[in-house]
């Protein structure tokens, strides 16, 4: 069970005298306290939660990689080599966006691939049929299956 605590300033909930805030009849507030410099709200969350059925055969399949591998140190490389690598591109980027006019450059070439990728692979349902297959492919072949 989940629970969320939040406190609000007045000025967000307050507009004058009248209260804009309303509590949704479908959501199960359990206690909202009223203060005079805000206002605590508490929400849980009802029903049981699972996990998602990727997440579950993700953890399987690296257990599974991890089990059968008979090389662990090597796996422990390249895990390190993978932080590593992750740790220079932060820092990469940090060094490209200090540049004058390249970030902007890139933005914007950033927003053509995005704008190609959406009308190619989003837009219809047959070429989301086609994004789907290729990422299933590429996972399996990623994680040898």
Known sequence: MASIVAHLPPP???????????????????????????VTVIVKAIGEGSESSTS??????????????????GLIGLGFAAIVALWA??????AIDKLPLLPSFLEFVGILFSSWF???YLLFK???EELFQIVNKSISDILGQ
């Open 126 to 128: 047959p070429d989301r």
């Open 118 to 120: 959406i009308y190619r």
């Open 89 to 94: 591109s932060a820092n990469v980027i940090t």
């Open 56 to 73: 579950l055969s993700i953890v399987k399949s690296v257990k599974n990689v991890w089990d059968n591998s008979e090389d662990r140190l």
């Open 12 to 38: 967000l909930l307050v507009h004058g005298r009248k209260n804009v805030f309303r509590t949704p009849q479908k959501l199960p507030v359990s206690s909202i306290k009223e203060r005079q410099n805000g």
